[in-house]
């Protein structure tokens, strides 16, 4: 019988622990959400089409809004109208950082927008990458109660 590899939390965690030199873990930020992509929330995402499309859609450098001292792109000025009507609903989780590593290794790391990213409980949760977005969809409200309390701790 041939067994399907699969990295538990505990591997993701080492490995992004392992991978935490400056260009991969975050120790300051200066403010609420990552910024590390030029000011620019979710690396450019539009964070609502999470929700009404179901995936990761880049947004248009042509719609804009602020929020929280970071700028935010949609795909659709329907997008960014909803998200003016209500930022709390649709802005991500633990200022847009990882939230695997927030919850399991109480550190701050980068995200991959278009591989790791999942809605639960209606609110948005980004990922260092694909296989650590799968350890945090294995246990996703151990991982959650877990980071937030980690969160008011960690210097962002």
């Known amino acids: 019988m041939l067994k399907k590899p ?5 591997a993701i965690a080492g490995l992004m622990l392992a ?3 400056p260009s991969f873990a975050v120790k300051q930020t200066g ?11 979710i690396k450019g995402y539009d964070p609502v089409a999470y929700f ?3 995936k990761a859609m880049i947004g248009d450098p042509q719609i804009t809004t602020e929020y929280g001292g970071v700028t935010w792109r949609f795909a659709s000025a329907e997008h ?3 998200f003016v009507k209500n930022p709390g609903k649709y802005t991500p989780q633990y200022g847009g950082f990882c939230s695997l590593g927030v919850g399991a290794a ?4 980068d995200v991959d927008p278009e591989k790791g990213w999942t809605i639960y409980e209606g609110k948005l949760y ?6 650590a977005n799968e350890a945090f969809r294995k246990n996703p409200q151990a991982l959650v109660k ?4 980690n969160w008011p701790g960690l210097n962002h």
């Open 19 to 21: 991978l935490s030199s």
């Open 6 to 10: 699969f990295m538990t939390v505990a």
């Open 80 to 82: 960014r109208d909803l």
């Open 146 to 149: 877990q980071a937030d309390k």
């Open 106 to 109: 109480n550190k701050l790391f």
């Open 52 to 54: 009404t499309d179901n």
């Open 31 to 41: 403010g609420e959400f990552n910024t590390l992509y030029a000011g620019i929330g």
């Open 126 to 131: 980004l990922n260092f990458n694909g296989e």
